[in-house]
């Protein structure tokens, strides 16, 4: 059977995650005590007979018990040498998005109560959830993702990832807006000449044609995407050979505007023709067209 166990902070975006799952197929459980995880598990895996469950989807949040958080490396480890493929999907935002979001809803945290205030349940429900942070496959950052954005990443990333494939993410960032934190690689491409300097090109972006044929003016530019294209082609297969599930690869430039859009561009459009599950993502592009910028 197929196990997806879906957590992270409250606010971050769980039940958006496990919704889809659901309509995908999955048989999804919201809240699950960690405690039943084994029980569950053993009723639903081991025969071929008609309904037994083949692809089921638990959230686990900071509503179980801490103690049982605490113990959950023990239980994952028994799951995983009874055989069960399973995947931890993590979701989490920046401390100022979960206050927001929790202010816009106006409703209570679940570690909240007259003597701690929400501020301190977000940070200490970091701490609890600890033990399935630290064994996620997948981290998805939801700072600035609209449920939308988040929806199309789950189906993407998680629900169009055959089992043993590697799920590749290229996502372009700016270093001055801080570097993603859910990545597991990061380049920097700031040594590349900027068009932001050459005023004609600074409303453009790294994926129109002016931009493109000023970076590839430049050799250093060939030369950069030559040189990451040969490193990911080398270690990538060794990663998939480890039975790594997903990969996120961000590309940061000063603004995350023009080179580092280009270069994610190149190396999305390269690796999709060796991996099936290949998605490119310009983190910084929809706050420009927000502000008027571009």
Not at 118 to 137: C, F, G, N, Q
Request: hydrophobic share 35%; glycine share 6%; net charge negative.
């Amino acid at each position: 059977m197929k196990l997806i166990i879906v957590s992270g902070r409250s606010g971050s975006g769980k039940s958006t995650a496990l919704h889809v799952l659901e309509d995908l197929g999955f048989y999804c459980v919201d809240n699950l005590p960690i405690g039943l995880l084994i029980p569950l598990t053993r009723e639903a895996a081991p025969q071929e007979a008609p309904g037994r469950l083949k692809r089921m989807a638990v959230s686990i949040d900071a509503r179980n018990l801490s103690d049982e958080l605490a113990n959950f490396e023990t239980i994952y480890r028994q799951l995983e040498d009874s055989g069960i493929a399973m995947d931890i999907i993590f979701l989490d935002a920046d401390e100022s998005s979960l206050l927001q979001r929790f202010h816009a809803t106006r409703r209570k945290h679940p570690l909240s109560d007259d003597q701690t205030s929400l501020r301190e349940a977000i940070t200490s429900e970091k701490t609890l959830l600890e033990p399935l942070s630290r064994l996620a496959d997948l981290y998805i950052n939801t700072t600035g993702l609209s449920m939308y954005e988040l929806r199309d990443m789950v189906k993407q990333r998680v629900a169009g990832r055959r089992d043993q494939e590697l799920a590749l993410l290229f996502q372009s960032f700016g270093y001055k807006h801080g570097v993603p934190v859910d990545s597991d690689y990061v380049f920097d491409v700031r040594c590349l000449p900027n068009p932001y300097w050459d005023h004609s090109l600074r409303r453009y972006i790294g994926t129109d044609q002016p931009v493109i044929e000023f970076l590839e003016r430049e050799p250093l530019t060939g030369q950069m995407v030559q040189d990451l294209t040969g490193f990911l082609d080398t270690w990538l297969p060794a990663f998939a050979h480890t039975n790594r599930s997903y990969l996120t690869i961000s590309i940061g430039c000063t603004g995350g505007q023009h080179r580092s859009v280009y270069v994610c561009e190149q190396l999305g459009r390269h690796f999709g023709q060796q991996y099936s599950n290949v998605q490119v993502r310009h983190t910084e592009l929809p706050h420009l067209r927000s502000r008027g910028e571009i």
